[in-house]
């Protein structure tokens, strides 16, 4: 591929595209269904030779679990625990490194991209789900009162990828250190830094308790599971699938010792919603934060847990949590508003249900697939659309319910591309938080869950138990660009709330979608609009535009994002004062630098036919304007005097968002759309975060981190290219996006 220009003497240009205009039908003969799509008109702007054309994958990829569908059996309650150790040690006396098996180094590529290869499952693991607890109570934050410094170790062997889908031993170490209630100190510790002076934000109104360290042990391993019946290769954790979730307490410290088990793929985790203050480098996405983890190598995240609220993690490399690296993180609060004794809003149990698109094929067939010129020739550079609607990765779950008690639902969209209708027969929702944002309660009979946001509502059951009733989840199938469905596709995934299992389950229903408008909810806390005395605006356009290859691309203000040889947070921390807050030295990855405090308003223009979830990391932002998007989705006429915060918003086909948010968090942070086809057609910015201010804080950078850089040969030092003597020197930087081919690894 070729475009049309390239870095030089500090100045990025826009590359040569094809760009998109409005939509026009077309026949989709391939991904076996033969519904009507709607797809981009393409516009010549510019013409480059021609790439290779990657129609099919190469003859000798196979796709292992490529069965028949067996029936599919229920998905009955459970409640699993990875291999976990917990102590309550002082979080200042945290290590932060772990040791990197330096096996890996002759089979580890120095590319910076995911070696994605189609899998080979050794182990299995049941369809039920490994977090769908019904019947979890509401957890309490550990007292932040302690005063011995002796630490006992407790360790538990990492899951080979043949053990059992059972849950592996909790362990507790009740030693105890003392404490701090001081945010600021709790931001050296979780980190392992003892010299950085980070602020952190505060975000309770009560003193921080010291809180526990969670330790985790994790062999990320392929895994066979047939959620829906059809069986498929998995990525899992300790050989299990669905993945286990993180859960602590305010205050708790995060430890994952990780073991990159796949053998064919790198890997990352993101831990999505957490903003990371002062741990920047444990914000997960390769290239960006860190270097992927190669297969083989041992990896250490640890972070503290500063923000109470629902949150996700899952894999940020190559697409990789379409094949299953997702999960759960919840962080309670034991002073919630909704959870304060004497208020009508009192929680007697908590659920965690989630929200997933299956798809049937490997997620580097799809992207290799979706990323070719055939798909841009005959469909229009259409999404893959997924196979099955699943709640907490099964079908058919069951929630037992208790009469008279009141239930904290914790909803969480862990998807790729659909957005999921949610609807409890008979029983209303309150809404109390989005996004790990506290809201005053807003009563609903149905939500609209996009890819990635998350949603707490509290349900009262019914005073007594005459009856069962359904829950149903159901795609916005306009997010496929029709509202016509698939042939096989099964849109809607079934649950149902259980007061008695004597008594016969009733039929699901269908939705009629009636969506209530998030961006007119209230945040309990009442934040008016950001000062506008010292505003950056930013201007977004999204748009798909068609490379000189013939691939399709994602562009936001004509950028398609581009992984460096060099992970962006490395950039900021090397670079020279008089180079650290230039945007050209950090290359195609459509840089923005912010400065530190300033306020900054993103006005996000949709010019594509599809909606977008976009996702800004490191940040909740305020949503103080929604443009024209159709009857469903009724635009603000003004700014809210308490605009709504949350970490994800949709952008509809044709209309447009203002957001802002305050730039106190050092580091690099992207804004993307989080379908995750998307992600992979390049629809992302970075934001640069007050670099100048970061290198003041001299963060410590944990040696996982640096071990396996260098196990791949991928620098640390440098601008885009890794060019550390002449900082504007960028010939040697990524200009070209991946070629789709290299997904086969």
Not at 38 to 43: E, F, L, P, V
Request: net charge neutral.
């Amino acid at each position: 591929m070729a475009f049309n220009a390239v870095p030089q003497n500090g100045v990025l240009t826009p590359y040569a595209f094809v760009s998109t205009g409005r939509l026009t039908k077309f026949q989709r003969p391939a991904l076996g269904n033969s519904r009507i799509y709607t797809s981009r008109q393409q516009t010549v702007v510019a013409l480059a030779p021609p790439g290779p054309t990657p129609s099919q994958p190469p003859a000798s990829c196979s796709f292992v679990g490529a069965s028949s569908p067996s029936s599919s059996s229920s998905s009955t309650l459970s409640s699993t625990s990875s291999s976990v150790v917990v102590s309550s040690s002082s979080s200042s006396s945290i290590a932060s490194s772990s040791a990197v098996s330096s096996s890996s180094s002759s089979a580890v590529s120095s590319s910076a991209s995911s070696s994605s290869q189609v899998a080979s499952p050794s182990s299995s693991a049941s369809s039920s789900s490994s977090f769908a607890s019904s019947a979890s109570s509401t957890s309490s934050a550990t007292s932040a009162s302690s005063t011995s410094s002796t630490s006992a170790s407790s360790t538990t062997s990492v899951a080979s990828s043949s053990v059992s889908s059972s849950a592996t031993t909790l362990i507790t170490s009740t030693t105890k250190s003392s404490s701090s209630s001081s945010a600021s100190s709790a931001s050296s510790s979780a980190s392992g830094s003892s010299t950085s002076s980070a602020p952190y934000p505060a975000y309770t109104n009560y003193p921080i308790p010291a809180g526990k360290i969670v330790t985790y042990n994790w062999n990320v391993t392929w895994v066979s599971a047939s959620p829906d019946g059809y069986t498929r290769p998995f990525v899992g954790i300790n050989g299990q699938w669905p993945c286990p979730p993180i859960k602590g307490n305010i205050g708790d410290t995060i430890k994952i010792n990780l073991v990159n088990g796949l053998g064919n793929q790198t890997t990352t985790l993101h831990f999505h919603g957490l903003f990371q203050y002062n741990t920047t480098f444990e914000d997960g996405p390769a290239m960006v934060n860190q270097c992927p983890i190669p297969p083989g190598a041992s990896f250490v995240y640890q972070f503290r847990l500063m923000q109470p609220g629902t949150y996700w993690y899952h894999a940020h490399v190559g697409g990789q949590y379409i094949d299953g690296l997702r999960g759960p993180l919840i962080i309670n609060d034991p002073k919630a508003p909704y959870n304060v004794a004497g208020t009508p809003y009192k929680v007697d149990q908590e659920v965690t249900l989630t929200l997933t698109d299956l798809y049937h094929k490997q997620a580097p067939y799809l992207i290799n697939y979706y990323l070719s010129p055939d798909n841009t020739n005959q469909n229009g550079g259409a999404e893959p659309v997924p196979d099955t609607a699943l709640i907490n990765e099964a079908q058919n779950v069951k929630f037992a319910m208790v009469p008279g008690k009141t239930y904290l639902f914790r909803i969480i969209n862990m998807g790729i591309l659909a957005g999921h209708y949610l609807q409890f027969d008979q029983h209303d929702m309150q809404i109390v938080e989005v996004d790990g944002v506290y809201t005053m309660p807003q009563t609903v009979s149905q939500l609209f869950v996009a890819v990635a946001q998350r949603y707490s509502v509290i349900v009262k059951a019914k005073p007594t138990a005459a009856q069962n009733f359904a829950i149903v989840s159901q795609f916005n199938t306009d997010m496929f660009g029709s509202s016509v469905t698939p042939a096989g596709m099964n849109p809607t995934a079934v649950g149902w709330l259980v007061y008695d299992a004597a008594k016969t389950l009733p039929q699901p229903f269908t939705i009629q979608p009636q969506v209530w408008d998030d961006s007119r909810l209230v945040p309990w806390d009442q934040q008016p609009l950001l000062d506008d005395a010292n505003v950056r605006t930013i201007s977004f356009t999204a748009d798909f535009g068609v490379d000189s290859a013939g691939s399709t691309r994602g562009m936001l203000s004509s950028f398609t994002y581009v992984p460096q040889k060099i992970p962006t947070m490395f950039t900021a921390l090397t670079a020279p004062a008089q180079y650290v807050m230039n945007p050209a030295i950090y290359g195609r990855v459509n840089p923005r630098v912010l400065t530190f405090n300033s306020i900054v308003e993103i006005y996000l223009n949709n010019h594509d036919s599809r909606a977008h979830p976009f996702h800004l990391h490191g940040h909740n932002f305020q949503v103080i304007n929604r443009g024209e998007g159709g009857a469903l989705w009724p635009g603000l006429t003004s700014t809210p005097q308490y605009p709504m915060k949350r970490d994800v918003v949709v952008v509809y086909a044709g209309s447009s968002v203002t957001l802002r948010f305050k730039a106190d968090n050092p580091g690099i942070n992207l804004f993307h759309c989080h379908t995750e086809w998307h992600v992979e057609s390049g629809l992302t910015a970075t934001f640069i975060e007050a670099p100048d201010v970061l290198q003041s804080y001299k963060p410590y950078i944990p040696n996982s981190h640096k071990t396996v850089c260098d196990l791949q040969s991928i620098p640390r030092k440098g601008n885009a290219g890794g060019n550390a003597k002449n900082w504007l020197d960028l010939s040697n930087a990524n200009t070209e996006p991946q070629d789709p081919a290299t997904y086969w690894g």
